[in-house]
Structure formats: C-alpha cells, structure tokens
C-alpha cells in the first residue's frame, strides 16, 4: 500500500457512474414492480452501499477507510439505467476506488436481478465523473 501517513487529512468526495443497458420492455417492467426478484432498484441501492464499504476487502493494496456517506442514485432512461455514486469521507486517500466499485455493484446486481427478463443487457461507461478534495 502506498504510505499517506504524511498528506493532510481532508474532506474529500469521489463520483462515478455506471450505466446498464436494456430493453424498453424492462425498464417498463421495473417501473411496474413486475420483475421476478422484487424491488431491484432497493436491493441494487443496498448492495451499492455494502460494496462501498468493503471495498478494501475486494481490491487489493486499497486503504480500508471510514466512509461518512454514500448515495447511489439511478435515472431510468427508456433504453437502461445510469447509475450514480457518491462518496465522502474525511481521509488522507481518495475514495475514487470506492465510488467505483458501489457503482459496478449496484450495476451487478440490477443485471443478476433482471438477466430471466432480458438477455441483451450489458453494462457499460463504468467510470469516475469526480474526484475532489473540499
């Protein structure tokens, strides 16, 4: 792990997005709560933020740190949804790393809980929109 034992410890923010890709006939399925596994949009919130906080246990050399706050927000457009996370953390480090990962997570687990409904999903654009120190 690199040593940030001497940087300042700093109110810091990271942004990263992620975007699902569907079939119309499933965002209309998911706005009507008809999709076999339930509310995918709650359990995907859930499991975004559980992601969040383990993600020193899934990527090796990351900082464990303490997280202050994590927002998972999704648009649903007509052809998939994009999938928004924000962290915040008073740390010496960045928690890019960590907004990325609640971001794929949460991606994850709406293709896992929509994949017996549509085999044309994919999952793309995983990427940071922000990295800054406040």
């Not at 040593?3 to 079939?23: D, H, M, S, T």
């Not at 008073?90 to 928690?95: I, N």
């Not at 960590?98 to 549509?118: H, I, N, P, R």
């Amino acid at each position: 792990m690199v040593n940030v034992g001497a940087k300042p410890v700093l109110q810091r923010r990271a942004v990263a997005v992620a975007r699902l890709v569907c079939q119309p006939a499933t965002i209309r399925a998911l706005r009507a709560r008809a999709l076999p596994k339930g509310d995918v949009l709650a359990v995907a919130n859930v499991a975004g933020i559980q992601a969040v906080k383990r993600t020193a246990d899934l990527i090796p050399l990351c900082h464990p740190l303490q997280i202050e706050h994590v927002e998972i927000r999704f648009t649903l457009r007509s052809d998939g949804i994009d999938i928004i996370c924000t962290v915040r953390i008073s740390a010496r480090t960045g928690v890019e790393m960590e907004a990325l990962v609640g971001a794929s997570v949460a991606a994850l687990t709406l293709y896992d809980m929509c994949k017996a409904v549509d085999k044309t999903m994919r999952i793309e654009g995983i990427r940071v929109l922000e990295k800054v120190k406040l």
